[in-house]
C-alpha cells in the first residue's frame, strides 16, 4: 500500500513539537505556542529546543553572546552573496547557496544560527546596491536582524512583532523542510548539509513561499466592501484563496491567532490600523464563503495570512517572507538534526514499483522510436 505523501506515517519520535490538526494545538517543548511566542526572546526558544528547558539567566546571557559573536560572515560568503546579486537571484537560491559557505566559519549549530540571518540580510542589501552592514553585538537576535537591514535600531514595538513571530514559527512536527534536514542527518552527513537541504525544500511555495500573495489578496481587495464580490468571483473561478486551508490543521491554525493578536498590537502602536482592520474583513469574508461554497471542507485561517500581514508591518518586502522563516525555522531544523543524531538510524522508506517487467535488451541499430 502507498501512503502519497507519507499522510499518516510515523516517522520519527520528537520532543520538539506536537501538532493536533483536529484540535488546532501545537506544543513547542511542551509549551502552547502562545504561552511562549508572545513572552520568549528568540535566544530563549532556540536554547529550549536545542536543551529541552528554558535556559537559567546565566545560560542565556552566555548564548546570546555566543550567538552574537558568530554573527559575521566569511570574506568568501560575501563575495559569493555579491555574484548571487549581480546574476539577480532569487533570494531563497542566493540563501541556499551562501548557506554553505557557513563551515568556513566552522559548522557549529550556534555559528549556522547566526548566520542565516546576517546573509539574509547582507544579499537584500546587496540586491538594492548598498553595502552589507556588521552585525551588532548589543543587539538581539531579532533586533539585530531588523538593523542590518536597516542600519537603524528598531522600534521595540516592531522588534518584538518579530519576535514573536520567529517563535511562532520555529518549528512544526516533520513538515517537509524538517524531514529533509532529518533524512540528510540521518545518512551521518553535518548539520550544515542538512540546513542547506532543509533551505531547498523551504523554497518550494507549497511549503515556505506562499505568504506573500495572501496579502495581495488583501491589496487587491482594497475596501471591505469589496471583499465579497471579488472573493466570490476567485471561488467560483476555482481560485485557490491563499491564506485559507491547512493540510493538517482541520481548524484554525493556532499560530494564525498568535499572529493576529501580535499584528494587532503592531499595528495599534507602531502601524497603520486601517491595512489591520481591512485584512479582519477579508479574513471574516473569506471564512463565511469558503464554508458557503465548500460546506464540511473546514477551510479556516492558516499561518500565512497572518504571517503576510504582520512582516509586511514590520516593514519587509514579499521577497524577504520566506527568507524570514527561514531565519526562525533554522532553530528547529537544527533541533530536529540533533535529536536524529542522539537515536539515529539512516531513513530509508520502502518504494511500491510500477514500472515495465520482463525487458529484453535490444542491440541500438534494432531499435524502433516509439509514437509521439
Known amino acids: 500500500m502507498v501512503n502519497s505523501g507519507l499522510d499518516g506515517i510515523v516517522a520519527a519520535a520528537t520532543r520538539l513539537s506536537y501538532v493536533d490538526g483536529e484540535r ?138 518579530l519576535e514573536t513571530y520567529l517563535n511562532t514559527v520555529v518549528d512544526h512536527g516533520l513538515s517537509a523542510s524538517t524531514f529533509t534536514a532529518r533524512v540528510i542527518t540521518s545518512t551521518g552527513s553535518d548539520v550544515v548539509s542538512a540546513v542547506v537541504g532543509a533551505l531547498g525544500a523551504l523554497k518550494g511555495p507549497l511549503h515556505g513561499g506562499a505568504p506573500g500573495p495572501a496579502l495581495d489578496m488583501v491589496f487587491e481587495i482594497a475596501e471591505s466592501s469589496r471583499a465579497e464580490p471579488i472573493l466570490r468571483q476567485k471561488i467560483e473561478a476555482g481560485e485557490k484563496l491563499m491564506g485559507f486551508g491547512h493540510r493538517v490543521y482541520k481548524v484554525r491554525d493556532p499560530r494564525a491567532d498568535v499572529l493576529a493578536k501580535a499584528a494587532e498590537r503592531m499595528y495599534t502602536r507602531a502601524g497603520d490600523m486601517s491595512l489591520y482592520t481591512l485584512a479582519r474583513s477579508v479574513e471574516a469574508t473569506a471564512i463565511r464563503l469558503l464554508d458557503e461554497y465548500k460546506p464540511g471542507r473546514r477551510l479556516q485561517t492558516n499561518v500565512e495570512f ?48 510500477t514500472g515495465p517487467r520482463d525487458r529484453r535488451w535490444v542491440p541500438v541499430f534494432e531499435r524502433t522510436a516509439l509514437p509521439v
Open 306 to 353: 497572518y504571517t503576510a500581514l504582520l512582516l509586511h508591518g514590520l516593514g519587509l518586502e514579499a521577497s524577504l517572507f520566506t527568507p524570514t522563516f527561514a531565519i526562525s525555522r533554522v532553530s528547529g531544523w537544527i533541533a530536529h538534526a540533533l535529536e536524529q543524531r542522539r537515536a539515529n538510524r539512516i531513513i530509508r522508506p520502502q518504494s511500491e514499483y
Open 24 to 161: 488546532g494545538e501545537l506544543l513547542i517543548a511542551g509549551y502552547p505556542v502562545g504561552e511562549l511566542a508572545e513572552r520568549a526572546t528568540f535566544e530563549e526558544t532556540t536554547w529550549l529546543l536545542w536543551n529541552g528547558d528554558l535556559p537559567t539567566a546565566p545560560q542565556l546571557e552566555s548564548f546570546r553572546a555566543a550567538l552574537a559573536g558568530a554573527r559575521a560572515l566569511a570574506p568568501a560568503t560575501v563575495e559569493l552573496l555579491r555574484e548571487c546579486a549581480r546574476a539577480g537571484l532569487d533570494p531563497m537560491d542566493a540563501l541556499r547557496a551562501a548557506a554553505g559557505t557557513i563551515s568556513l566559519s566552522g559548522d557549529a549549530p550556534t555559528a549556522i544560527a547566526a548566520g542565516i540571518p546576517t546573509i539574509v540580510a547582507a544579499y537584500w542589501r546587496l540586491q538594492r546596491g548598498e553595502q552589507p552592514l556588521v552585525p551588532r553585538s548589543d543587539l538581539g537576535h531579532a533586533a539585530n536582524f531588523l538593523f542590518l537591514l536597516r542600519g537603524e535600531t528598531p522600534d521595540p514595538e516592531i522588534e518584538r512583532g
